[in-house]
């Protein structure tokens, strides 16, 4: 039981701090918090991320180029052009570490306006931090494993960001469908949206990027929304644009 209990907090806190610190605040600015609050969010993303932290300035970065050129040559992770998730994942690395070290030329237009740390960022970035951090896991593991197969689930955990990530791009790129005609492969999947609270209606959100509520349709929940909108009625963060309703368009 510690080990599920383990296993499921660590998957959703880190997601959440995805995509609420990393892609809601960091790549689209869609709500303010003062300097406090800042602070706090990226030291808990650190936390959250442990061992697969990923810097919020280099995930901006390649979020917005993500749509700037969706499902293009230049995206940074589009399904299409890999031959199954595991080569996008390792495509989308080293374009990451490009970025992370401001040796990407594509990047430099969608600099600025986002969440900057530079003692937690060198530290989460570190080989030691991603050991430590691992470490944690497998002492974890050995205290509270009862089964061999629990083991299993440790690359997850070593790995957690980057599974996220390919789970909305590729998931979100492939299957599922349309609202809206956005010019690309955007799909909203929600048959594995317990998976991404939220990420995996990407054919919307491609469509509004700025929208802090990623369904659109009464029946597409987006968790994420319920937890930005109390955290704005608790005034630890200001939404910047209040919903309105999109009038649907039929894909093409």
Known sequence: MAILVFFVAHYYLSLFTQTFYLHRYAAHKMFTMNKFWERFFFLFTYICQGSSFLSPRAYALLHRMHHAYSDTEMDPHSPLYSSNAFSMMWKTKNIYNDVLNRN????ERFE??????SLIENIGDKWFSRLGWGTAYVLFYINFATAWWQYLLLPIHFLMGPIHGAIVNWGGHKYGYQNFDNHDHSKNTLALDFLAFGELFQNNHHKLPMRVNFGVKWW????TYVAIWTLDKARIIKIKRKLTTPKLQAAA
Do not use: I, K, L, M
């Not at 600025?112 to 740390?117: F, K, M, S």
């Open 104 to 107: 990407y030329a594509a990047a």
């Open 220 to 223: 597409e929940f987006d968790p």
């Open 112 to 117: 600025g306006d986002y969440p900057e740390w």
